[in-house]
């Protein structure tokens, strides 16, 4: 029986590439946002980089500006 922890995975977990384009700013950008610790959580697999979208989901949500509607 799997972990808590691995049950709350999601089915697919993003590469670098595809969370920047899910983003729509270039992979450099999201690597200097890892670099400065400011950018959506992630985790390291092998040489690779990879990210849950519900981090990278509520990472943006607390970037959105509160302006009047």
Request: charge should be positive; proline fraction near 9%.
């Amino acid at each position: 029986m799997p972990s808590p922890a691995v049950r709350q995975l999601p089915e697919r977990l993003w590469s670098h590439q595809q969370t920047a384009d899910f983003l729509q700013i270039p992979a450099a950008t999201l690597h200097q946002l890892n670099h400065k610790k400011t950018g959506p959580r992630s985790f390291k697999v092998g040489r690779h980089r990879r990210y849950d979208p519900r981090d990278v989901k509520t990472w943006l949500d607390t970037r959105a500006s509160g302006g009047a509607e």
